[in-house]
Structure formats: C-alpha cells, structure tokens
C-alpha cells in the first residue's frame, strides 16, 4: 500500500481578528474557520495520486482546537481515508518549530512507514512557510517546495517548480516531504455523496499531550522559541504629482526624478531622454 500523510490547518474565514496581546495570538474562535487553501491543493494533489494508484491511502493530520474536526470530515468528503485531530490545550499557541515537532512526534508513533508527505506551502494566516521544511527536519527526510506536478515511479518522485524564472525537474527518493505550490492542483468541489460517507461513522481520531508522550510540563506557548509582537494590516498611501510645462521639459524632468524606478518596473535601461538631449 502507497501511504500518502498530507498535513492541513484550520484558518479564520475573515483576514482581521481580534488580537490577544496577552498570549501573542489570534482569537481563533470568534470567526468561522475553514481548510486553509494551499493545505486544499495538498489534499488535491493526494487525492489525484490516489485516482492513479488503486493501492493508495490518505491520512490527513490536523493540529488545533476541537473545531478543527470540521476540515477533517470535509477531507473524508473529498476521499480521504483517516482523518486525525492533534489537540490539546497545552499545545495550543505552538509556534512553527514546536507545531512541526508535535506532527513528527505523531507521525514518528503512529505513521513511520509513510511514503510521502504532503504540506501547503504556506498557510493563509501566518504565511511563513516554515512548518513543512521544519517537519522534514524533524523526521530527517528530503524535501522540495513550491511543486506544481508529481510523478511516482520506482520509489521515488518527480517533480516540477517553478523558481526563479526556471522551470525545474527534480527527482527524489522515498520517503519524503513535498509543499505544494499555491498555483497547482486546483481543488475540486465537495460531492454530496463524499458528505454522506464522511459522517457516516464518527472515526475522527483525536490525540492530545499524554497520548504523544509529551513531557507533562510542556506548554507550546511559553516553550516556543519565536513570539509574535504585534498584527496589523499594512497602510497603502498614494502621492500625486502633477508635472507642468513644456512637455519635453515634463519628460526629462519625469525621466530624472524616476528614470530607474520605471527601468526596474520595465526591466530595461531607459536612456531616451538621454540622447534626445544629445541631438
């Protein structure tokens, strides 16, 4: 059997929050959440896999509070075989370094035999792109990010990035870790028969602090290493500038003030003002 283990979040629905400055968080629980979308097209990319491959079964591992089972069932719905809820009270307010080392520790007891790994490439809420490389860290497995296409073959897989204006191919041996790039594998819609069978039997498995074997005084929030200071939407600010005179005066005046902000934005040196004053 191809053991896919692909790992999602829970996000708020709405991008501002009411901020606990308290405990360095987000109040979670004062907004409808929803599957994070780039953990979304991670579940896509299993769930094609599993349509190639007969042999193929999904575990779908999420880490949150007990409202968090609710993008569980919807990944059964979508055809996701086992659904796991990691979530405890001492776990809550994990920063990325301590949410990566309570996902290995699960999958390190329950799932060690794994064929491939599956992440986001970075959550809607946080954005940092960190929880992937650092779960591969943890489990000591390769890893490649940001991939738009798999292909499986031979104990190992293929992949295509796009990074840095190049299309890459790489190939990688099994087991391993992939985050999938925001781009690819859009995901499908829900099936109402997907629904049916997700609720069909209540088998959501929900591990917390002791079932890990977590140290009985660890608390994610005081042991994380990184605080968030302060949340805040950035402020656009616009300046107008109105240019008068001759318009040959207008444009060398525009291209001497911003000539290589507009090169940057075209990519190319602008020197015509240059040498129309050279003639």
Known sequence: MFKIIVCIKQVPMVSELPWDSKTGTL???????????????????????????????????????????????????????????????????????????????????????????????????????????????????????????????????????????FMEVLEMDLPGLLTIDQAAFGPRYVALEGIERAFQTDDICVVNAEDLGLDKNFNALKDSPTRIIDVYS???????????????????????DYGKIISGAMGKDLKTHEHEGAK
Request: charge should be negative; aromatic fraction near 4%; hydrophobic fraction near 40%.
């Open 27 to 165: 109040k979670r629980e004062l907004a409808q959440g929803m599957m994070d979308p780039a953990s979304r097209r991670a579940l896509e990319a299993a769930l094609q896999i599993k349509e190639d491959r007969d042999d193929t079964h999904i575990t779908v591992i999420s880490m949150g509070p007990a409202m968090a089972r609710e993008i569980l069932y919807e990944a059964k719905a979508l055809g996701a075989d086992t659904g796991v809820l990691l979530s405890d009270r001492r776990m809550a307010g994990a920063d990325t370094f301590l949410t990566s080392f309570i996902l290995a520790e699960y999958i390190k007891k329950e799932c060690p035999d794994f064929d491939l790994l599956l992440c986001g490439s970075q959550t809607s809420d946080s954005e940092t792109a960190q929880v992937g490389p650092q779960l591969a860290g943890e489990l000591l497995i390769p890893a490649m990010g940001y991939v738009q296409s798999i292909e499986l073959a031979n104990g190992m897989v293929r992949v295509q990035r796009h990074v840095d204006d």
């Open 234 to 256: 950035p402020a656009t600010r616009k300046e107008n500038l109105v240019l008068k005179g001759a318009v040959k005066k207008v444009v060398g005046q525009l291209f001497d």
